[in-house]
């Protein structure tokens, strides 16, 4: 069983940064593509960024291109969100997951919340105005 939890989130101000980590435990965490997601109040759970087993391979929703960068530390067993000139509307608390099916994981799977076996509690980010 796989184990994520995530840290990092707080409350700033707009055009301000931070950076989320995610802990994964359990399992081998290198064979494993990590997402993030976030979930804003009253909306549906959304595809923030992911990271392939092969870190070359990202993907990111639109709406965060140019100013998210997803990395990993396999080493650490960690997955890393940094967030640059957050908005308002980056308000969200953000979860990350793994999807342990190296096999066939890919760009398309990334991007699916389905994909993914294990899930963390999430972390709240605010981005006051």
């Known amino acids: 069983q796989v184990q994520l939890v995530e840290s990092g989130g707080g409350l700033v101000q707009a055009g301000g940064s931070l950076r989320l980590s995610c802990l994964a435990s359990g399992g081998t965490f290198s064979y494993y593509t990590m997402g993030w997601f976030r979930q804003a109040p009253g909306k549906a759970r959304e595809f923030v960024a992911g990271?392939?087993?092969?870190?070359?391979?990202?993907k990111y929703t639109d709406s965060v291109k140019g100013r998210f960068t997803a990395s990993r530390d396999n080493a650490k067993n960690t997955v890393f969100l940094k967030m640059n000139s957050l908005n308002p509307k980056d308000t969200a608390v953000y979860y990350c997951?793994?999807?342990?099916?190296?096999?066939?994981?890919?760009?398309?799977?990334?991007?699916?919340?389905?994909?993914?076996?294990?899930w963390g509690q999430g972390t709240q980010v605010t981005v006051s105005s």
């Open positions: 990271i392939h087993w092969n870190p070359d391979l990202t």
């Open positions: 997951a793994a999807d342990r099916k190296h096999w066939k994981a890919n760009r398309a799977t990334m991007s699916t919340a389905s994909s993914y076996d294990f």
